[in-house]
C-alpha cells in the first residue's frame, strides 16, 4: 500500500509541474500542500524511494534511499541507479525495470554493492506516464532486506539448533530416540536394495554400578561405552543412545546376517573390556538384540520393536547375549500386548482375588497368619496363578494401581477377620518395583488408617533381589516401614545373592526359607544342612524362619526339629479363597470354644 503512495505522489508532482496554467490558484495552492505532505511522507519514509529518468538515472531520492546507497542526496542526482547494483545483478534489474513500460510495475529482489559489501534489497518499480515517451519516469521503492536476512539466518540457526538439539542426546551427544529413528528412516529409504542391520543394546545391570558408584561416575561410563561402540562401526554407521542405559547402533549396507553377528561379537567384547579409573574399577556388559531389513520387515518403527523384543528375549535370557529377531518373537510380543491389554481390563472389572494360605506356628500349633496371593478370574480360562501374568503387571507400570488394590483389599478383609481373631496377621507381597517408586510408606500409612487394620497386623513380602535393587534407596524405605510397626520378610531366601552378613543390615522381621530347600529335605542332605543354617543364622540374629513349599508330614517334622518357627505349604493348606478362610477360622475359634469349656469342666469335674 505504501509503494502505490510513493507512485502517487509522484503523479501529483509532474501534475504540478505540467498543467499549473490550467489550474486556478485555489486548486493549486490544494496540490501543493498535499504535494508537500506527501513530499514530506517520502523523506519520513522507513523505505528507499528514487525517482529514475528514462535512462534510469537519479533524480528524486528520499533520505533513506540515499543512505541505503551510502551517498549523500546530491551527489546521487544523475547517477545510474544500476550501477549500483550487484554487477552480475544489473541486466536483470534493468529488464525488470525496462518490463514496467508493460505490466505497469513489478518487484524483483536482488543486492546492492556497497563499499565491497552486498546488501540484499527488494524493489518495487512502477513506471509513470508510459504514454508520453519522452517524459518517462521510473518510481523504486527499496526495501533493506539485511535486518529480515540476518532474522531469517538466525532463525535458521536456531531451528537448527533446536532440531540438533532435539534430536541428541546431551550426555553422549550421540542420536537420541528422535534422531536415531530418523536416520533409521532415511537408512532404509535411502538404499532400500541395501541390508541395514539395527542393534539395540542394553547394559546389563548398570544400575548395580550406577548407584553405589554416584551419578557422576555413571554418566562418565556411559560417555565411555559411547566412544567404545563409536570407535568399533564404521564411519558410514550410526551409534545412537535411546536413553538410560540403553544404546542402538545402525548398521549400513551390510552383507547379512554373518556380518552382522560378527560385528555385534565385537561389540559385545568391547565392551566387556575393563572400565578403569582412579576411582573406579567395574566390568559391564550388554544385553544385545538385533533386527534386519529387509529380512525382518521392510517397516521401520517395526526394525526398531523388532530388535527390542529381541534385547528383551536376550535380557530374560540370562544377559550377555546376542538375539536377533525372530518371527516366534513376534508371535511372543503379540501376545503379550494382547495380555497387557486384558490385563487393564481385569483391573477395570475387577477380575482380580486375593487367595489367603495358611501359615502353622510351630511354635503355638497354630495359624497365626496369611500370606496373601493374587489370582485373576479369567473369563474364558478360569483362575490363574500369578506367575504367568505378575511379569508383565510390572514391566508396563500396572503394578501401581494393581499394588494399591492389593494392599487395600488384603486390609479390608483382615479387619474383618480379626473380628473373630484378633492376632491373625497377613503376609503381602511386594514387588521391587512398587518399593523403589519411594511413597510405599504413605501409601500404606494412608491404607492402615482408613481401614483401621494396626500397622502390625500386616508384613510385607520382598525377595532378595528386590533389596539389592537399589539398595541403599531401598533400606531407607524400609527403615521407614519398620519405623511405621510394618513387619518384614526376606522372600525367597536363599535364592537371590543376599549374604548373611546382608541380612543382618536389613530391618527384617522374618526369612522365608525358598521352597527349592525344603521340597526334598531331609534326604537330600545338601538342602538340609542349608535350611537349618538358614534357621540357627536367622535364630542369632533375631529373625524368624518360615519354611515355604512345605508338602509332607516328613518335610513338617524335620523342620520342626530343625526349630523352624512357621510352616506354609501344602501340608498345611492350600491356597484358598476369603470364604474359605473365614469358615475355617470360625470353626477353629468354635474348637477352642469347645476345648476351653471342656477344660473348664474337667477343672470343676
Ligand atoms: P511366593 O511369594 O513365593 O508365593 C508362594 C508360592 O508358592 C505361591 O504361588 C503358592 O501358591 C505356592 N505354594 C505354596 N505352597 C506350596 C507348596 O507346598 N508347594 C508348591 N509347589 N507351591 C506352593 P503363587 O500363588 O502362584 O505365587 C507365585 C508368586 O507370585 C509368588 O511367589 C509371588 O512371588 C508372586 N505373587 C503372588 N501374589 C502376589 C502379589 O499379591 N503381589 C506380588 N507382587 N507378587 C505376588
Ligand atoms: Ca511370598
Ligand atoms: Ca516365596
Known sequence: MKLRHFADSFSLSRILRSKPALLKTRELDQLRAENARYKALLDAAPIGHFTLDCEYRIIEVNPVGAMLLRCATKDLTLTPFISKIRSDDRIHVSDSISGTTVTGDCTVSTSLKIQNREVPVMLHVTTVNPSNNK????????????????????????????????????????????????????????????????????????????????????????????????????????????????????????????????????????????????????????????SVYPDHTDNSKKLLSYADAAMNDAKHRGRNLIQFYTSALNTRLTQRFELERDLRIALSESQFELYYQPQLDLRTNSVSGYEVLLRWNHPQDGVIGPDSFIGIIEDTGLIDPVGEWILEEACRKLIQLRRTNNNIKFSINVSAKQLVKGD???????????????????????????????????????QDLRDAGVDLAIDDFGTGYSSFSRLQQLPVTRVKIDRSFVHDVPGNVNNATIAKAIIAVAHDLGIEVVAEGVETPQQASFLSDATCDVLQGYHVGRPCTFAQICISEAMTNSANQLTGQLSDQTVVA
Open 440 to 478: 510405599l510408606k504413605d501409601k500404606i500409612s494412608a491404607i492402615l488408617e482408613n481401614t483401621g487394620v494396626p500397622a502390625n497386623a500386616i508384613e510385607l513380602e520382598l525377595t532378595e533381589s528386590a533389596l539389592l535393587e537399589n539398595a541403599d534407596h531401598s533400606l531407607k524405605i524400609l
Open 135 to 290: 517524459d518517462y519516469r521510473f518510481h523504486v521503492a527499496m526495501l533493506d532486506l539485511s535486518e529480515h536476512h540476518a532474522t531469517q539466518n538466525n532463525l535458521r540457526i536456531a531451528r537448527d539448533g533446536l532440531q540438533h538439539v532435539a534430536n541428541h542426546d546431551p550426555l553422549t551427544r550421540l542420536p537420541n530416540r528422535c534422531g536415531l529413528i530418523e536416520q533409521l528412516q532415511s537408512a532404509v529409504t535411502a538404499s532400500p536394495n541395501e541390508k541395514v542391520a539395527l542393534l539395540l543394546l542394553d547394559l546389563d545391570q548398570f544400575k548395580q554400578v550406577n548407584d553405589p558408584l554416584g551419578h557422576q561416575i555413571g554418566d562418565q561410563l556411559l560417555r565411555e561405552v559411547a566412544s567404545r561402540l563409536l570407535s568399533t562401526v564404521s564411519e558410514a554407521d550410526t551409534v545412537g543412545r535411546l536413553g538410560g542405559d540403553e544404546f542402538a547402533i545402525i548398521l549400513k549396507g551390510i552383507s547379512g546376517v554373518a556380518e552382522v553377528a560378527r560385528i555385534a561379537e565385537k561389540v559385545s567384547k568391547t565392551l566387556e573390556k575393563r572400565y578403569f579409573s582412579a576411582t573406579y574399577d567395574v566390568h559391564l556388559s550388554a544385553s544385545i538384540g538385533i
